[in-house]
Structures are given as structure tokens and as C-alpha cells.
């Protein structure tokens, strides 16, 4: 999947982890251009650390930090949301949420429930009442272990594993030999490293993040009365188990292409209890499987007698973990500081809004479908589908009319392009399916229940769901409204390739990022612009290959395709070696950009051919509606790594770079050879 930006979970884990890197206060290298390739040179205006420092700069010469100079320049050191428009569209979210749920003329099931959670999370003085007994009360059900059989007891117990922590686990996905409809995925256990590397060869990051880890553990086991002796039991015991677990094959890289049976599956289970935990969550008829057979295959050879203390000490340290943050005040705050690198001077803890972190943990669950169904009931409005649908209809229009006049394809790689782009799936606002919890009870604050044990009945649900998931047909481009990873209330739109299926969430539908009532050429510069970058995701470098069903067919030749690479290799070169302040790293010749730059670039310009048709067309507004909607302030941290790793350029070179492929911007502002934000037509980079 093609993300338009990144998840909460990277957000939060950057937020909640943040390490600085040692970067000097020093700005922007300017690079020279060198012989015939064009080479961008644009002072970095997005930086936290150098926030308001910039002079102003002339549009012609620097067009993204000329608009959004006064922005910036009022900007604070506020972390509550990221500072962007996809910071104050996630805040407007949130607090749509709140407001939905204050409001108890709104009554419904899954509201109900979405108001327990709020009593257990939200009020501090209860939840710190508690302390940490919920947790001791978890732990002494593992204590209680003795035999493999009570084992396999406790990891299909809910009631007493509240996480569901076993030693694989499982969801669903896509399979190609299932014409892309779902498959039980066999997955990885949850490690405590989470990296299985650092099992085998520990680095310096494994180290820091081993050392993390155990002083979160032995803080919790600590205030559970556990003696210093238990304590390092627990800690040696679940490294010695994971490491058992990580030397097991792990494939990570998924298959998409293989299923088994159920009988297959079972027999490769041998002695591990797989089909109890199918069976407790009523997975009795599916026969299509995917994912870590390998690792199946082999877990039996450490499911024995002589591990279940090991295993013990691993369900403990996993519980503690997947815990801390729900909990009371004191058990967060020792998150919070026991995750600042103390190594790095330029560390420090950074704090959200309670709200943030609350309907982020709810979002990691499956009532994120009460959430979201809520949040439909009460915000869903029509128009706006039918604006986005319409929007839709005529990106695809200018598509076709893109695709008829390509100078490189043969008629039948343009008829099979245009055949994609007729079946692309519109995901747009609404998942297929509802919200159903009248199955679930949630034990209330005033009932004397807690956070964990709200947790063992959600996920009961969320397994119980994958098995309705895989027993039931439900045809390629089916939204789980139960998926968090398609939640409709995040900031962001996608394409999915394996489903030639777009998807647009509700919460991408709201200001800064759109808005009902703004002018055309605001809407066309900012979100359907976007929407063009989603759409021609189906027939970029990478995707194109792929038939209208999202298996991989070749339906354009690759002797055709080389007018694609050529422009990846002259994007790669342009980027070669900028790098956007010191000490940060460049760009790297194999920078893997290339798909992202020329998707921002097709949106833009189907985007303008929409403002082509409309008469008196204000284009010095669509312009500045783009460069408004990545606007964006960072961390000099979080932009190394996202140089070093992010598919997406920076955003302040998404705009500048997009903007100067353009006739439109060039004449709007009267650019010339020699200004900034100039580009000689030959060096453009756009394939459609
Ligand atoms: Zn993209």
C-alpha cells in the first residue's frame, strides 16, 4: 500500500521514542548545479530547530518557504499534534471525536462502548486508584501455569491473556491465488525487541532498546511486589524463549501468491496447539491459509515441557509491556522518560493530548470500528461523498484522455491501462461493513472494571472477526470497517495495488485539507491533486505491471516502460547528493523517490486540467493551495530519517519540485531562466 503519508503508529512511536540526532544549528547547504543536470538548491524553512530564522523569500525563487513564511514564522515548540496540515486535520479529528462523545443525545451500542473505554482511560483519578493491581491480578494467572496443557489453556483464555499473546499469531490478507480475496495469515509471535536480529547478533540500537525494555519490565514487576531474585527470572527467561523463537525460520518477506489447506496447516502444527486457538475463535471451516509456514512447521521442536517456565517468563514480560501505557500516571510518565535516549543531549520527552493517546490505543484494537461507526453516525454527510465521487469521475476523465495521447504505449497496452483505470475500486468515506459489538460487554469504571480488562474482550472480537474475514466471500476492494490500518478516521488516502482499489477516509475530509464550502481552485490545489497522486499510483513504475485485478500480468511491455525509467533515473540524479542541512545525510543516487515525485506531479496536473475547463481559473490560488497543504515543520531527527528512508521526498521539496514542471506556475509567476524556482522544460519528469 502506497501511504500518503505516515501512520499514526510511526507518529506516535516517533513521538514516544524520539531520539535527536546531533545535527549542527547550521542551515541548508547550497548546492551547485553541475553540467547539464539540473540541480535544485533550496534553503530547508521546515526546521524546528531553526524555526523563524529564514529571511523572506521571493516566490520566483523559493516558492514553498515564500508561502508559507508567515505559517511558519508563527509556529511554537508544540508537539501535541505534528505541525502540518495533517497535524491540524488530526487534532480536528480528535476533537470531533471528543465532541461526539460528550454529546449524550448520541446514543448507540457502539458509542457505549467507546464511552467505557473513555471512564477507564480518561479518568486519572480511578485509573490511578487502581495502580497497578489490574496488572498483578494478569500476572498471577501466568503464575499459575504449570503443565504445557495449562499453557495452551492460558493462550485461549482472554479472560486471563487480555493481549492474546500466544506463539503465532494470526489476521488476514489478500492472496493472488484466491483472485486477491482474503486468506488466513499466519504471523509472527509478538517479541519484546520486536526486531528478531537483535536475538541473534545484538547492535548498539538492539542494546539501548534491550536495556529500555527490562527497566520498563522490572519497574512494573517491581510495584507488583516481585523480589529483585523473580524479577531476573522473568528478564533472562523471556530473552533465552524469544531468542528460541527468532532462530525459528522467519520468512517476513510475505508470499502472496501460496495458500494451504486447513489439514496442511494442522499437520505442520504437529504438537503446537494451532487448531485450539482456530477452534476458540470459531475458525472451523476456513481451508485457505497463508503466511509463516516455515516457522509453524518448526514450533512444535520448542513447545515442550522444559520451556514452560521460559514461556512463562515471556508471557509476564509481554504483558508488562503491552500495558505501561494503560495503566496509571506513574506507570506512563516511567514510559515516557524511560524511552529518552540519555546518551543524546538533544533528547526530550515529548507529551500529546490525552485524547491523542486514547483514541491512537483504541485505534490499535478492534473497537476501532466502534470509533469509526460513531464517528460515521454522526459526521457522515452526503454532499461531500457525492463532491469526492464526482472529483473521482473526472481525474479518471483526464486519466483516459492522458493514457489516448501517450506517445510510448502500443493501442493494446492503452486499452489494457484504461481497462485498469474503468475497474479501479472507489473506496471513498464508507467501509463495505458495520460496526457490530452486541456481543460485547465491557466491565465500566463504576462496575469496577479496568483498561486490561477491556482488552481480553476486544480482542476476543478482533480474532473472532478474522475468522468471519476468511470464511465469507466478500469480493476484492471489501473495507473492513474492523481494520485499523484502514481506519477511516486517520489523515490520509491510498492506493492498494493488490485491489486496484483507492481509498479516501473521513478524516482526510476536513480542514485544513478540504474544505465544502472553499473555492474550486483550493479544492483542485490541495486534495484533488492529491487524489490524482493516489489514482496514478495504478500505473506508476511500480504498479503498472499489475492487471485491473491486481495480479501481476505485465499488461504494458517493459521495452514500453523504459520511458518510466528513464524519468526515475532522471529524478535520482536530481536529487543526488541535496541534502537539506548539515549533517542530515543526502539524497542518495538510488533514491527510491522517484514513484512518489512523479505521482505528486500526475495529481498536479490532472488536477490543473479540471482548472482548464473553468473559466476566469484563479491559478495563483491553486498554486498556493498546493504549497499550503504540505506545509510542514519538523524535527531535524525526524527529517534524517525521513531522507534516509522515506519514500515521500520532504515536503517542502514535494512542493517545489511539483510546482516548477508546470507552464501554468512558470507563467502565473512570471518565472525566468535563472530564478529558483526554474526548471529548462527539458529536464520535466513527468510520464503522462
Ligand atoms: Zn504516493
Redesign the pocket.
Known amino acids: 500500500m502506497?501511504k500518503?503519508k505516515k501512520p499514526a503508529a510511526a507518529v506516535l512511536a516517533a513521538a514516544l521514542m524520539l531520539s535527536f540526532c546531533s545535527c549542527s544549528e547550521e542551515q541548508g547547504k547550497e548546492q551547485q548545479q553541475s553540467g547539464d543536470t539540473y540541480h535544485f538548491h533550496w534553503k530547508d524553512y521546515t526546521l524546528f530547530e531553526t524555526l523563524g530564522d529564514s529571511a523572506k523569500v521571493e516566490l520566483k525563487d523559493d516558492f514553498a518557504a515564500a508561502v508559507n513564511y508567515e505559517w511558519a514564522s508563527k509556529q511554537k515548540e508544540d508537539f501535541t499534534y505534528s505541525i502540518s496540515s495533517f497535524g491540524e486535520a488530526n487534532k480536528t479529528v480528535v476533537h470531533n471525536k471528543r465532541a461526539m462523545l460528550e454529546d449524550k443525545s448520541f446514543q448507540n451500542k457502539n458509542i457505549e462502548l467507546v464511552r467505557a473505554m473513555d471512564g477507564l482511560y480518561n479518568d486519572t483519578k480511578y485509573k490511578d486508584s487502581l495502580g497497578v493491581e489490574p496488572l498483578k491480578t494478569y500476572l498471577g494467572y501466568i503464575d499459575g501455569i504449570k503443565t504445557l496443557d495449562d499453557v495452551t489453556a492460558y493462550m485461549t483464555d482472554n479472560s486471563k491473556n487480555p493481549f492474546a499473546v500466544a506463539l503465532v499469531n494470526i489476521g488476514y490478507f489478500e492472496n493472488e491465488a484466491l483472485d486477491c480475496e482474503v486468506a488466513l495469515d499466519i504471523k509472527l509471535p509478538y517479541l519484546t525487541l520486536e526486531n528478531k536480529e537483535y536475538y541473534i547478533s545484538i547492535s548498539n540500537e538492539g542494546l539501548k532498546k534491550k536495556d529500555t525494555r527490562e527497566k520498563q519490565i522490572r519497574y512494573l514487576l517491581e510495584r507488583c511486589g516481585y523480589s529483585e531474585k523473580e524479577i531476573e527470572k522473568v528478564i533472562s527467561g523471556s530473552f533465552r524463549f524469544e531468542s528460541k523463537l527468532a532462530s525459528l525460520d522467519y520468512s517476513y518477506i510475505s508470499d502472496l501468491k501460496t495458500v494451504k489447506t486447513r489439514a496442511e496447516v494442522l499437520e505442520m502444527a504437529g504438537k503446537y496447539p494451532f487448531k485450539e486457538m482456530l477452534d476458540h475463535y470459531k475458525i472451523t471451516t476456513c481451508d485457505n491459509f497463508m503466511g509463516e509456514f516455515a516457522f509453524l512447521d518448526k514450533l512444535e521442536n520448542i513447545y515442550k515441557q522444559n520451556n514452560v517456565e521460559d514461556m512463562k517468563a515471556y508471557f509476564k514480560s509481554a504483558l508488562a509491556l503491552k500495558s505501561i501505557l494503560i495503566l496509571d500516571t506513574d506507570a506512563f510518565n516511567f514510559y515516557q522518560d524511560s524511552n529518552l535516549d540519555r546518551t543524546n543531549k538533544f533528547a526530550q520527552r515529548i507529551d500529546r493530548e490525552q485524547d491523542f493517546y486514547f483514541f491512537y490505543l483504541l485505534g490499535q484494537t478492534s473497537l476501532t470500528a466502534a470509533v469509526d461507526q460513531a464517528y460515521i453516525d454522526y459526521y457522515y454527510d452526503e454532499a461531500t461523498h457525492k463532491e469526492i465521487k464526482d472529483f473521482i469521475r473526472q481525474i479518471k476523465e483526464k486519466y483516459l484522455i492522458l493514457i489516448d495521447s501517450n506517445k510510448h504505449l502500443s493501442d493494446a497496452s492503452k486499452k489494457a491501462v484504461r481497462e485498469k483505470l474503468n475497474k479501479l475500486g472507489e473506496n471513498v468515506m464508507l467501509p463495505s461493513n458495520k460496526a457490530d459489538f452486541t456481543d460485547v460487554k465491557l466491565k465500566t469504571k463504576e462496575e469496577g472494571g479496568s483498561f486490561l480488562d477491556a482488552m481480553g474482550e476486544i480482542k476476543r472480537k478482533e480474532y473472532e472477526h478474522v475468522g468471519e474475514m476468511v470464511q465469507t466471500h466478500l469480493g476484492r476492494s471489501f473495507w473492513d470497517i474492523y481494520n485499523p490500518d484502514l481506519s477511516t478516521t486517520t489523515v490520509g488516502a491510498s492506493?492498494f495495488r493488490m485491489q486496484n482499489t483507492i481509498y479516501i477516509k473521513m478524516g482526510i475530509l476536513v480542514d485544513p485539507m478540504y474544505n465544502n464550502s472553499a473555492p474550486i481552485e483550493k479544492k483542485l490545489g490541495s486534495f484533488v491533486a492529491v487524489l490524482g497522486?493516489?489514482i496514478s499510483?495504478a500505473f506508476d513504475v511500480n504498479n503498472i505491471s499489475m492487471d485491473a485485478d491486481g495480479k501481476k500480468t505485465d499488461i504494458v511491455t517493459k521495452e514500453e516502460m523504459s520511458f518510466v525509467q528513464d524519468m526515475k533515473e532522471r529524478i535520482q540524479s536530481q536529487f543526488a547528493g541535496y541534502e537539506p542541512f548539515e549533517g542530515c545525510g543526502g539524497y542518495s543516487s538510488a533514491c527510491d523517490v522517484a514513484g512518489?515525485v512523479i505521482?505528486d506531479a500526475e495529481g498536479v496536473k490532472a488536477a490543473l486540467m479540471i482548472g482548464k475547463d473553468i473559466e476566469g481559473f484563479d491559478y495563483d490560488l491553486f498554486f498556493r493551495s498546493y504549497a499550503a497543504f504540505w506545509r510542514t515543520i519538523e524535527t531535524k531527527a525526524r527529517q534524517k530519517d525521513d531522507v534516509a528512508n522515506d519514500e515521500?521526498p520532504l515536503d517542502y521539496l514535494r512542493i517545489n519540485y511539483t510546482m516548477l514542471q508546470f507552464d501554468e506556475f512558470i507563467e502565473t509567476y512570471g518565472i525566468k531562466p535563472g530564478d529558483g524556482m526554474y526548471m529548462d522544460p527539458s529536464q520535466r519528469i513527468l510520464i503522462w
Open positions: 502506497l500518503l492506493y497522486h493516489e499510483h512518489e505521482a515521500h
